[in-house]
C-alpha cells in the first residue's frame, strides 16, 4: 500500500518552494501537498496557478504568515501534516542590507512558530532549508577549499546571520525537545519561477530589454550554481530518509565568476557585452561559495542531474516563454526597488 503522507510546504508560492510543489505533486500524487505563504513581493499565486487547477483534492494554497502562531495552530489541527518543509524566508541580500528587521523576523522567528506546532502535534520531520551562505565565503585563491557541514558558522550579511540563527535553533529545538529535525544548506539555486531581483533572472530581463547589466565590484565573484530542480530531489531524499537530526549540504560543483554568467547570457540571447555596467559593489560582498556534497551523495546517493550549460540554457528559454510572468511582476512594486537599488549604485 502506497504510504499517503500531508506535507506542508511554506514559502511554497516563491522560486524553490513553487518548484517543490510542482516536483512533490508529479512524484508522490497519492500525497497531499499544503502550501502555507505570505504571498510577500516575492510570492506569486499565479506561480501555483497549474498546481491549483490540476490537483483540487490533494493541493491547498493558505495565505497566511508563518509568524502567525494562531493560523499556524489552526491549520496543523486541520491537515495534521507528516511533515514540515520550510522555504519561507526573506531571501534577498540586498534587501537584508537595506532594512535588515524583517529577514530577523521571518527568518528566525518563522521556523521558531512553525517548530512548535510541531512538537505539540508529534510531526515526523521538520525541515529547514538552509543556505551555503552561513558558512560566510571563501577566498578566491584557494579553490581547493570547500564548504563541509563541520565548517564553522560564520554569516556577512543580516540575510545569512538570520539563516544561520535560525538552524542554531533548529539543532537546539532537536537537542532539548527531541524534535526530529533535518537541515539542507544548499548554494545558489537557478531555474523557472526565479525572482526578476537575483542575478541571473535580472540580467536575462535587462538583456531582453536592452538595459544595462548591472555587474557588482569587479564581477570575479564566485557562487556555486545548481539547477532548482535538483534542489528538490536532494529535499525529497532527506525527508524520505533516516536523517533525523542530520545536516546536508547540497551543491553540484559548478562554480563560476559572476562576470562569465552575465557574457554567457548575453551570448545566448544575441545581445552586445556593451550592455555590462561595473557598479558600486554590495557591502560585505561574499567573495566565493563552494559546497563539498561528498555526505549527501556517500548517505544519500544524491547527484545533481542537470548541467549547468544545459540548465542555463532551459532557464533562458523558461523566461522567453514566460514574459507575462516577469512582465507583470516588474511593472509593479519591483519597479520602486530596481530605482532605489541600482539608482543608488554608481
Ligand atoms: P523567494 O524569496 O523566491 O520565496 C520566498 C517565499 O516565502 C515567498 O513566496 C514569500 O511570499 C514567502 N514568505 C516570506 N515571508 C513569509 C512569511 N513570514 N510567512 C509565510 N511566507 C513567507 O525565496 P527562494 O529563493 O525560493 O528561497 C526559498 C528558501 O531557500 C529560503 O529559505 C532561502 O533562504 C533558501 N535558499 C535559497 C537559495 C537560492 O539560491 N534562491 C539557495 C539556498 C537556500
Ligand atoms: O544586480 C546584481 N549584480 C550582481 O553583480 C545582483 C542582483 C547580483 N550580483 C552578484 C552578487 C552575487 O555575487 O551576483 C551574485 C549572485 O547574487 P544574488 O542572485 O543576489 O544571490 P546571492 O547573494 O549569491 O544569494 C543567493 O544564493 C544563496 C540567494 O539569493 C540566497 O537566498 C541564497 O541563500
Known sequence: MEDKKTIIVTGGAGFIGSNFVYYMLKKYPFYRIVCLDALTY?????????????????FRFVKGDIRDAELVESLFVEEKP???????????VDRSILDPQAFLQTNIMGPQVLMDACKKHNVER????????VYGDLPLDRPDLFFTENTNLHASSPYSASKASADLVVMAYHRTYGLPVSISRC???????????KLIPLMIINALNDKPLPVYGDGLNVRDWLYVEDHCK??????????NGE?????????????????????ELGKPESLITFVEDRKGHDRRYAIDPSKIKRELGWEPETKFENGIVKTIQWYLDHKDWWEEIISGEYKNYYDKMYGEKK
Open 42 to 58: 516575492a510570492g506569486n499565486l499565479s506561480t501555483l496557478k497549474k498546481a491549483i487547477k490540476d490537483h483540487p483534492d490533494n
Open 82 to 92: 507528516d511533515i514540515v518543509v520550510n522555504f519561507a524566508a526573506e531571501s534577498h
Open 126 to 133: 521538520y525541515h529547514q532549508v538552509s543556505t551555503d551562505e
Open 187 to 197: 548554494s545558489n539555486n537557478y531555474g523557472p519561477y526565479h525572482f526578476p531581483e
Open 247 to 267: 545536516v546536508f549540504n547540497v551543491g553540484g560543483h559548478n562554480e563560476m565568476a559572476n562576470i562569465d554568467i552575465v557574457k554567457l547570457i548575453l551570448k
Open 234 to 243: 536532494a529535499i525529497d531524499m532527506i525527508i524520505h530518509g533516516d536523517c
